[in-house]
Nanobody
C-alpha cells in the first residue's frame, strides 16, 4: 500500500521558517513521476505550490512562493521536502504532498496533509 506521510507543520510567526517532509512508503516511484506540494486555505480551493521531477530534478514554483520556498528530494530516503522561508500569514493552509505520473499511466497519490499556521 502506497502512503505519503507529511510532517513538519506547525505554528510559526511571520518571517519565520518551516521545513515540511513527505515520506513515501510502499513503492519507489518511476522516473515518470513528479512529486509536489499543494495547499488549501480555509474557504479556498486547493492550489499548486511546487513540484520536482524525479527524473532530472527540475523544479517549478507558484509565483506566490517563488524565492521563498524550495522543494528538494532525497532519493535514498524516498522523501521530498519543502523548505519555507519568510513565511507570511497568507501561507497559512493545510499542505498536501502529491505524487503524479506525468504520462497518466499510473495512479496519483495524495498525503493527508499537515497544517501550517503563520501568525502575523
Amino acid at each position: 500500500q502506497v502512503q505519503l506521510v507529511e510532517s513538519g507543520g506547525g505554528l510559526v510567526q511571520a518571517g519565520g521558517s518551516l521545513r515540511l517532509s513527505c515520506a513515501v512508503s510502499g513503492r519507489t516511484f518511476s522516473s515518470n513521476y513528479v512529486m509536489g506540494w499543494f495547499r488549501q486555505a480555509p474557504g479556498k480551493e486547493r492550489e499548486f505550490v511546487a513540484t520536482i521531477a524525479l527524473s532530472g530534478g527540475n523544479t517549478y514554483y507558484a509565483d506566490s512562493v517563488k524565492g521563498r520556498f524550495t522543494i528538494s528530494r532525497d532519493s535514498a530516503k524516498n522523501t521530498v521536502y519543502l523548505q519555507m522561508n519568510s513565511l507570511k500569514a497568507e501561507d497559512t493552509a493545510v499542505y498536501y504532498c502529491n505524487a503524479n505520473d506525468i504520462l497518466r499511466l499510473r495512479p496519483e497519490y495524495w498525503g493527508h496533509g499537515t497544517q501550517v499556521t503563520v501568525s502575523s
